[in-house]
């Protein structure tokens, strides 16, 4: 017999939601077979059976939000095997540690982060003191519901099982719930509402509202920020001739016209990106640690815009790859991304990313470098431009790139070499697939 517990199925993850149940209670269960899907802060993932047995219990409900390293479900050799009726205890929320490394490697998904058990008292409910019931909460949440002088029991949970974590006792702070304790010998009428269920009024007339936030909007907000206050940026810009490039492309359509395939200029400049690394390949770096880390593989991740916010699957050994193989991957994983069924080793491994915003009409914007990666480049939209060429005036198709660096790995000059050396092969695009 054996547990089934929660994996960490990304490097940013640390809770996740039983999204649906695959096999049932009584099913006979094969090593490789999915047991479940699980939302994580990226994307629903299946999760496979790492034995063969019949899955005797299932711990949670879909729909249940689960921190890693909890009890979702128990395998056993026999269908009709004994189970406790009383789930293991689940793990406190990885989330409420003070102190955490920003960036840690995606472990496999047989993993789990080990944490000690919630004190029994708060999973049970029961104060132990003769006051009644109370409600679920880790240890920094009652520690900061006491600094913001606020009543933890007048507050409502978003944990699992209701559980009221960190983010609550912030989110009460900024919005004024729970300010006072209740004096015993008056308790709250129970027709009052709370103030932070009430949408503040402005002079004008206008409401607002708060709206949910998704985890992949959480994880974006907290590593972005991170990336922001972390990571020295530095960015370099320059403009490239595009005329070369969109004649190569029209070609290379005309000839894959029989396939179905077609190349965008995106895939033109991954490709080209991954060729300027293998001659930059102090490009090619992570500063982790005070470490410096060289790649040996040059993975390319391609930015994508979800409804939850933005994800950036990885195009794994860019660099041998042919166009046809990064736009027909390329197009399978945007796809993937926006209906949420990415996989982990999809997301990770990425050594340089491209963020392309040229579809909206941007001119050129700055990136924000993503973590542990050195560098990203930014591509605005191909524009058409009066250009002085030979002695004349001349009208030509530009695009603008603006490459964020990771000033820690990556000094200016050699940042600049490789910005330099990548419009020269956007300029002269066979260079591209030589």
């Not at 999915?34 to 219990?57: C, N, P, S």
């Not at 840690?104 to 047989?110: C, E, F």
């Not at 340089?352 to 050129?364: A, E, T």
């Not at 560098?375 to 605005?380: F, M, T, Y």
Request: charged share 25%; with cysteine.
């Amino acid at each position: 017999m054996s547990e089934i517990q929660m994996p960490r199925l990304s490097d940013t993850m640390e809770e996740g939601v039983i999204s649906t149940w695959v096999k049932k209670v009584g099913d006979k269960v094969a090593a490789g077979d999915v047991l479940v899907e699980i939302e994580t802060d990226k994307a629903v993932m299946e999760y496979e059976a790492y034995e063969d047995g019949f899955l005797v219990k299932q711990s949670v409900n879909e729909g249940d939000t689960v921190p890693i390293g909890a009890v979702i479900g128990v395998i056993a050799d026999s269908p009709d095997a004994e189970v406790a009726d009383s789930a293991p205890a689940a793990p406190a929320e990885p989330a409420e540690k003070e102190e955490a490394p920003a960036e840690q490697p995606a472990p496999a998904a047989r993993e789990t982060a080990p944490a000690e058990p919630a004190p029994a008292a708060d999973e049970s409910g029961a104060s132990g003191d003769g006051e009644g019931p109370r409600p679920r909460t880790s240890p920094l949440a009652r520690r900061l519901a006491k600094e913001y002088g606020l009543d933890i029991t007048r507050i409502q949970g978003s944990g699992p099982k209701g559980r009221v974590v960190r983010a609550d006792i912030e989110a009460a702070a900024k919005n004024g719930a729970g300010a006072q304790a209740p004096e015993p010998s008056a308790p709250a009428a129970p027709a009052a509402a709370a103030p932070a269920a009430q949408a503040p009024s402005f002079d004008d007339g206008r409401a607002s509202e708060e709206l949910k936030v998704s985890n992949v909007r959480k994880v974006i907000a907290r590593r972005l920020t991170e990336s922001k206050q972390q990571v020295p940026h530095f960015y370099l810009r320059r403009t490239i001739d595009a005329e070369a490039l969109k004649a190569f492309r029209a070609q290379i359509n005309e000839q894959l016209a029989s396939t179905g395939a077609k190349i965008s200029f995106n895939d033109l400049i991954v490709k080209a990106c991954a060729t300027t690394l293998k001659l930059h390949p102090a490009v090619n770096t992570s500063w982790v640690d005070d470490k410096l880390l060289q790649h040996h593989r040059v993975n390319v991740g391609v930015a994508v815009a979800v409804d939850a916010g933005l994800v950036v699957p990885v195009l794994h050994d860019t660099d041998k790859a042919t166009l046809s193989e990064i736009s027909t991957r390329t197009r399978e994983l945007a796809g993937k991304a926006r209906d949420g069924k990415l996989k982990p080793q999809e997301m990770s491994g990425g050594t340089f990313s491209v963020s392309n915003l040229g579809m909206f009409g941007v001119d050129s914007f700055s990136a924000v470098i993503n973590p542990p990666e050195a560098a990203i480049l930014a591509v605005g939209a191909m524009r058409q431009e009066a250009v002085v060429v030979d002695g004349e005036v001349a009208v030509r198709n530009r695009i603008s790139l603006e490459l964020s660096v990771d000033h820690r790995a990556v000094d200016g000059a050699v940042g600049a070499a490789f910005l330099k050396d990548l419009a020269e092969i956007l300029e002269e695009p066979m260079r591209i697939i030589l």
